[in-house]
């Protein structure tokens, strides 16, 4: 699991270094929050449209670190995934200076979920039959973003999962705030 992980660490690194055109902006950004009982981090890298600045594209890694809620036993279930989404500026939800603009995105989620760190028994002697393994589907998500300086922005951002394969649970949400800095 943790050479999955630096994998995709560092393919978020090359899509940061990739040459761009001239009308992009690229910027990195950094979440912490709750998710279904446990705690969750975002990082993500985007390319936003210059010109217009009505949306952008994101690549991202989601960690999360969860209990399995569904029996009396305290199973420990952790994700890992590589987001790829879109997101359009919500108008209405956005004000004309651009203190606060607030975005809507849609995407796709490939990753890994790993369930009690691979133990199939627990101290009980129960066995976990649900097994470890890749995971795919998509995701939602509205982000709020707040103008603090040229370069650096508040993030608060809600954002649902779907596994469409998971072992544990089809569904996970991210309720997060966050950090955004503008890197060109």
Same mark, same amino acid.
């Given at each position: 699991?943790?050479?999955?992980?630096?994998?995709?660490?560092?393919?978020?690194? =090359?899509?940061?270094?990739?040459?761009?055109? @001239?009308?992009?902006?690229?910027?990195?950004?950094?979440?912490?929050?709750?998710?279904?009982?446990?705690?969750?981090?975002? =990082? +993500?890298?985007?390319?936003?449209? /210059?010109?217009?600045?009505?949306?952008?594209?994101? @690549?991202?890694?989601?960690?999360?670190?969860? *209990? #399995?809620? *569904?029996?009396?036993?305290n199973v420990k279930v952790n994700l890992h995934s590589l987001n790829l989404g879109y997101f359009k500026k919500i108008d209405?939800?956005?004000?004309?200076?651009?203190?606060?603009?607030?975005?809507?995105?849609?995407?796709?989620?490939?990753?890994?979920? +790993?369930? +009690? +760190?691979?133990?199939? /028994?627990?101290?009980?002697?129960?066995?976990?039959?649900?097994?470890?393994?890749?995971?795919?589907?998509?995701?939602? @998500?509205? #982000?709020?973003?707040?103008?603090?300086?040229?370069?650096?922005?508040?993030?608060?951002?809600?954002?649902?999962?779907?596994?469409?394969?998971? #072992? =544990?649970?089809?569904? *996970?949400?991210? @309720?997060?705030?966050g950090l955004k800095y503008l890197i060109f």
């Amino acid at each position: 699991m943790y050479k999955i992980s630096r994998i995709l660490l560092l393919g978020l690194i =090359v899509l940061i270094y990739l040459p761009s055109q @001239a009308q992009n902006i690229k910027s990195i950004s950094t979440n912490f929050g709750y998710t279904d009982d446990g705690l969750a981090t975002l =990082v +993500n890298f985007s390319l936003i449209d /210059s010109r217009s600045q009505s949306y952008f594209y994101e @690549a991202g890694i989601y960690s999360g670190y969860l *209990k #399995e809620n *569904k029996s009396d036993y305290n199973v420990k279930v952790n994700l890992h995934s590589l987001n790829l989404g879109y997101f359009k500026k919500i108008d209405l939800l956005s004000t004309i200076s651009g203190i606060i603009e607030t975005y809507v995105g849609l995407g796709g989620v490939l990753g890994i979920e +790993n369930i +009690n +760190n691979g133990n199939k /028994s627990l101290l009980d002697g129960a066995l976990i039959k649900s097994k470890d393994g890749f995971i795919y589907g998509g995701f939602g @998500a509205l #982000e709020t973003e707040i103008y603090l300086s040229d370069k650096f922005y508040l993030l608060s951002r809600y954002t649902y999962f779907h596994h469409a394969n998971s #072992e =544990v649970g089809k569904s *996970k949400f991210i @309720a997060s705030v966050g950090l955004k800095y503008l890197i060109f």
